[in-house]
């Protein structure tokens, strides 16, 4: 056990799932790292660095870099999936899915059904998501809903270092195509990561506060805002549940239900657009089987319904802030 | 000047390095005696109590329910009801300063280390330097932390070595055929690594098997043994526990096995759970402890050992046992000899070196000076 980033974590998941099956292999843009710059191939990995050393380790035949073309990344990704290795696709900023959103929306997610369950697809797609960098309204979003829709994939937003490393080792044995999002907020997060292989299973929401006042549902960075908002509001006697849900397809959704039928309240954080989003899903879930429970109307804390902006002002407006969220749980309280 | 008491994060353990407030039981004003409940504290592993160390009135709380502060840090003060509250002041005062200059009771935490035996890893943690070793050995599904609060108290006079058994904790998940005496031979061969030629074994539940089998595996090398609610002495254990405890994958689930192993289920903390849980999930942990339930507890019972270690042992083993051990009966302590040496531990359950350190580690000690 040691502390690590949450980069860090991620990076040691592709390792050791690289070492233990010779099946996974990685494609993306720069993966590699440093070809046709100056300075030593495979000493970067991606412009993140989330693949450093990857190339040294498994060489050119895994480690493959590409154009940018996403299209053709998730195309030839989705293909070597179909014929038995288990490819991991860096997108870079999950805005560009769109680019791919054939391959992976109606080719990678129909496979195994259309085929009558004899074909699997065994693909990781990995991006970023999330706003905070005055990146802008094409390099900020959190798009999950959009994937979350669609029947055939699944979602993965890890909250924490910890996670984000069993998740994405869960995501790489997983024989179906995972979309697996990192809140590009949170890749310094430092944290105890065990050092051995571990895989944290899909639809089990962790419960990173717990309380009987209310229940506060929370994805990807907004987990660690919800935290503190419990922390802060523990000191005055009101307890939350934290229910940080880590995959959104499929969805931990008896963990949610068991806990408002114990809090009656629930306020629902999502750093997404408002709309057809997790947050208007989960209010649905809960309005829907779990009504009787309620003593209070869902409170809900989203981004407005507009693009990122990239005035560090406005974006910081658009995200949720503890605040806002402090200010929804004593409004469920009230 | 009055005299004045300072309450703080006390450290009950080697490895603790902070401790988080969940309730003060009394009051600024209340006037307290020794062994009165102060403050609920809870560590990694449960929550404990702080009781008053003498008599006074309670006169400043420093710390508020959900703080989370480092080992030594004051968090309230006790003294005489004339004490004046400037007094008080220069009292905290004083302490912040001399923490503040010491950097506070850190010193660095140590770490357990892992011996390679040949590919098989062992993860260990050695504590104390003189003297004949005691070798610590947890029971099924724990780990060498599970020695927390007693291995500390231990380590002030002999040397201790806690390992993680095969397939548990940051040791190899490979466990054989699962039976006590496989990973006896483990734990033995890293025993041969660290060049242990002469030991004490204290074993806990499962743990306490392996300890029976490795004691009359190399008798010569065992000078005393002691059995803390020891498995295999009789058919009758709490299935519900074995499968509960191997089967959950939640929190929740979890939480309802492991408070079968507490006197009072309310010192088990959320974060205990998750500890087990993230072991639970480590590649091949869940498969090691398949196998060892179905070599020793298939069906909710147990399986006896063949041959039987315990009749070799009479002579240098003690038993201790939580009078309310809801997992293995202790009337299992009658099957052995009359003459067996035995403890009671009073208002503990299946866990007394978590729930009652101080008795068990006084229990301990006595029995090896007698074996000395």
Known sequence: MSKKTYRDALNEAMSLEMARDPRVVLIGEDVAGGQGGSGEVGAVGGVLGLTRDLYNKFGISRVIDTPITESAIIGMAAGAATTGLRPIAELMFADFLGVCFDQLYNQAAKFRYMF????????????????????????????????????????????????????????????????????????DLVEDVPDEAYAIPFGEANFT????????????????????????????????????????????????????????????????????????????????RGFRDLKAPIGLVTAPHTPVPFSPVLEALYIPSPDRIEAAVREVMA | ????????????????????????????????????????????????????????VLRRILADAGDTLPCGRLIAVIGAEDATDGEIDEFVAAYATSEAETGGDSGGKPEPATLDLDGTRIRYFRAG???????????????????????????????TIAFDLPGHGGSTKTVGDGTPRALAEVIGRALDALGVARAHVVGHSFGASVAASLATLDPA???????????????????????????????????????????????????MVEQLLRAKRLDGAQAALQTIVAANFPGDEQTPQQPDPWPSLADKLLVIWGERDAIIPPTHVNRLP???????????????????????????????????
Not at chain 2, 244 to 269: C, E, H, I, M, Y
């Open chain 1, 209 to 288: 506060r717990e309380g009987d006042d209310v229940t506060i549902v929370a994805f990807s960075r907004m987990v660690l805002f919800a935290n503190e908002v419990a922390d802060k509001l523990e000191r005055e006697g009101i307890a939350c549940d934290v229910i940080d849900p880590r995959t959104a397809s499929p969805l931990d959704e008896t963990a949610i239900l068991e806990s408002v039928s114990r809090t009656g309240r629930l306020v629902v954080v999502d750093e997404a657009n408002p709309r057809c989003s997790l947050a208007t899903d989960i209010a649905a879930l809960v309005a829907s």
């Open chain 2, 221 to 271: 090398r065992f000078v005393s043994v002691t059995a803390i609610a020891p498995a295999g002495l009789g058919p009758e254990i709490n299935g519900e526990y074995i499968q509960g405890f191997l089967n959950a994958k939640r929190r929740s689930d979890l939480t309802k096995a492991v408070s079968l192993l507490f006197a009072d289920p309310s010192v088990v903390t959320s974060n």
């Open chain 2, 1 to 56: 000047m009055t005299s004045l008491q300072a309450v703080t994060i006390p450290k009950w353990g080697l490895s603790m390095e902070e401790g988080t407030i969940v309730s003060w039981s009394a009051k600024v004003g209340q006037a307290v005696t020794a062994g009165d409940e102060l403050v609920d504290v809870e560590t990694t592993k449960i929550t404990n109590t702080i009781e008053a160390q003498g008599e006074g």
């Open chain 2, 338 to 372: 009359a003459s067996t040496d035995r403890v009671t531990i009073e208002g503990a359950g299946h866990m007394p070196h978590l729930e009652r350190p101080g008795d068990v580690a006084a229990a301990i000690r006595d029995h090896i000076a007698a074996a000395e």
């Open chain 2, 129 to 159: 330097d003189s003297g004949t070793p005691i070798v610590l050995i947890h029971g099924f599904g724990g780990d060498l932390d599970n020695w927390l609060f007693v291995q500390g108290e231990l380590a002030d006079n002999q040397e």
């Open chain 1, 116 to 187: 009558g369950g004899h074909a699997q697809t065994p693909l990781v797609v990995r991006a970023m998501i999330g706003a905070g960098m005055s990146a802008a309204a094409q390099h900020s979003q959190s798009p999950y809903a959009i994937f979350t829709h669609v029947p055939g994939l699944k979602v993965v937003m890890p909250s924490n270092a910890y996670d984000a490393k069993g998740l994405l080792i869960q995501a790489i044995r997983d024989n179906d195509p995972v979309i697996f999002l990192e809140h590009k907020m949170l890749y």
